[in-house]
Nanobody
Framework: QVQLVESGGGLVQPGGSLRLSCAAS????????MTWYRQDPGKQRELVAS???????DYADSVKGRFTISRDNAKKTVYLQMNSLKPEDTAVYYC???????????WGQGTQVTVSS
């Protein structure tokens, strides 16, 4: 069982930056693919950025060049550096840990990001 706790959300002005963190406990962190999702009320949850156990990354087109995902396996933490934030980035951001081959999939409770002047 893996527990995930997100932090770092808040209110920021357009053009600003935030860094989200997702700390994991339990399990072997390094074997999981880690993904950040976001969801705005009334909309579907969407993938923002992912990083594999081998540190390969992928991004939604809407955040490419602005967001960076990284992981520190020693600290069991995944990060999402968000720069040049836009109002449309406003959402609850969720951390996910997955190892589909083993049927493992875990979610954090989410952290609110609000981009507004």
């Amino acid at each position: 069982q893996v527990q995930l706790v997100e932090s770092g959300g808040g209110l920021v002005q357009p053009g600003g930056s935030l860094r989200l963190s997702c700390a994991a406990s339990g399990g072997i962190f390094g074997m999981y693919a880690m993904t950040w999702y976001r969801q705005d009320p009334g909309k579907q949850r969407e993938l923002v950025a992912s990083i594999t156990s081998g540190a390969s990354t992928d991004y939604a087109d809407s955040v490419k060049g602005r967001f960076t995902i990284s992981r520190d396996n020693a600290k069991k933490t995944v990060y999402l550096q968000m720069n040049s934030l836009k109002p449309e980035d406003t959402a609850v951001y969720y951390c996910n840990a997955a190892k589909p081959a083993w049927g493992l999939n875990y979610w954090g409770q989410g952290t609110q990001v609000t981009v507004s002047s």
